[in-house]
């Protein structure tokens, strides 16, 4: 089942720690020092397909072929008049893998170029949410995906009914009996998530209250069985939600936690944050998210504005640390709590734990852009920045020539298509490449230290 051995491991940890049972009174496993620990095979992280868009670039020019002649396995602007689109945060509904997309684009439009008025003509407005889901099981050479339809113009895409001008970001969802929850925030420079619920599968969706403006402005959540959490006896054993959470400022944040009973999703008063660990490396919790402590605490690299070898960036001294795009999950393969996440716009990292609250183990790099192909392959890389770095290879090798950086986020777990053991495994992942605007499948490699 789901969670059984790490929950044995708590229920062993607490023992320990409080004197139950046979030990000494004296943690039998240093906490503080030991969380699981994996390292990325080095040349395993690979792309596997181009989950939207039309065309695939990158695989056409590898080919020495037009782009029309490279279609997409989705195709998704001849099917739903979907040019490019981000994100792609997942969960199971209903024996489905359902996809949260971010922006969606409905002309051949790059990001940074002036918005074409055309855009918002026709039956789509420029920017909306998509939803998909796919039955697929085997994600070798790809996966198929079918997008929630507009009932009022059924060969286009639909948006969720909290988005009707496409100004907000579905970023998480779970399944509870026939419904889904969906959290979602609103954009600008000051965001707000909010929580809302769908009874139809995405046809229309009730919102249910502001979750946050600070510490939970984007999260990832998943489940815990019947349960005692260490700190919060009082509420006896229950079914719980972990909530993982960033903010305020985007892509500057640590990563920090709070959890609610699983019958109590819909009274966001029920939460409480992870507030720190005590002596003896047991959660505190508090009712406060002011309170929250972070349980992935990292430096921000563009603090000193010097990354790409000598190229000038916006500096970012104040930042609380780098997390953008996220996910969490519980790894059943891995017997592990693993954590995925864009640093800024750099690369991606992964941490892993044994506890959600921790400890955390250092970062190791999934995808690096540089070192990984990205910028010799699928991301665009502009003329300038490709002569400081002199590669080697063409830098605008995946569409025209433009000034916008391509850039690796949006790195969500796909935990249906692990495979492998808790000492090694292949994970899946999709990831966002803002230039071309669209999504990846993508997996790695990780082996137990």
């Not at 997008?147 to 059924?154: D, T, W």
């Not at 054993?237 to 944040?253: A, K, V």
């Not at 970062?363 to 400081?388: M, N, R, W």
Request: hydrophobic share 35%.
């Amino acid at each position: 089942m789901k969670f059984e051995r790490i929950w044995l491991y708590l229920a062993l940890l607490v023992f320990s720690v409080t004197g139950v049972g046979c030990s000494s009174g004296e943690p039998s496993v240093d906490v503080a020092s030991s969380p699981s620990a994996f390292s990325v095979v080095e040349g395993s992280t690979e792309k596997i397909c181009q989950l939207t868009g039309e065309y695939d670039y990158h695989t056409a020019a590898e080919a020495g072929i037009a782009p029309e002649e490279m279609p997409t396995l989705n195709r998704t602007y001849s099917n739903y008049g979907i040019h490019g689109t981000d994100l792609g945060s997942s969960f199971e509904h209903n024996g489905k893998l359902w996809f949260l997309f971010g922006d969606t684009l409905a002309t051949e439009m790059i990001p940074g170029d002036p918005i074409n008025a055309e855009a918002h003509s026709g039956p789509n407005p420029f920017l909306g949410d998509a939803t998909a889901y796919t039955g697929d099981t085997d994600p070798t050479d790809c996966v198929s995906l079918e997008f929630l339809r507009n009932p009022a113009a059924p060969d286009f895409w639909g948006w969720p009914s909290f988005d009707p001008d496409g100004h907000v970001v579905q970023h998480e969802g779970f399944s509870i009996g026939s419904s889904f929850y969906v959290w979602y925030s609103t954009g600008g420079d000051n965001p707000v998530s909010y929580l809302a619920r769908s009874d139809d599968d995405g046809g229309s969706y009730t919102v249910l209250y502001d979750v946050s403006d600070y510490r939970f402005t984007w999260v990832s959540v998943d489940f815990a069985p019947v349960l005692v959490i260490p700190g919060l006896e009082d509420v006896g054993e229950t079914d719980w939600l972990f909530i993982f959470g960033t903010g305020p400022i985007y892509r500057e944040s640590d990563m920090f936690l709070g959890i609610i009973p699983l019958a109590l999703i819909e009274e966001p008063q029920a939460m409480v944050y992870f507030a720190g660990l005590n002596e003896n490396a047991l959660p505190q919790w508090s009712e406060s998210e002011e309170a929250a402590q972070p349980v992935i605490d990292i430096d921000n690299p563009l603090a000193t504005g010097d990354w790409f070898a000598g190229v000038e960036l916006e500096e970012k001294a104040n930042a609380e640390g780098c997390i953008g795009e996220f996910s969490v999950h519980y790894s059943e393969v891995l017997e592990t709590w693993t954590a995925m996440y864009n640093c800024d716009f750099l690369s991606i990292e992964m941490h892993t734990a044994d506890l959600p609250w921790g400890p955390w183990s250092q970062a190791v790099t999934v995808f690096d852009p540089v070192k990984d192909g990205g910028y010799c392959g699928f991301l665009h890389l502009p003329e300038d920045i490709g002569q400081v770095l002199d590669l080697g290879c063409d830098y605008n090798v995946t569409v025209q020539n433009r000034s916008n950086l391509g850039s690796p986020y949006g790195p969500y777990i796909l935990e249906r298509y692990t495979t492998g053991d808790r000492d090694q495994a292949t994970l899946y992942f999709v990831m966002s490449m803002w230039h071309p605007y669209n999504v990846l499948l993508m997996r790695t490699e990780v082996e137990r230290r």
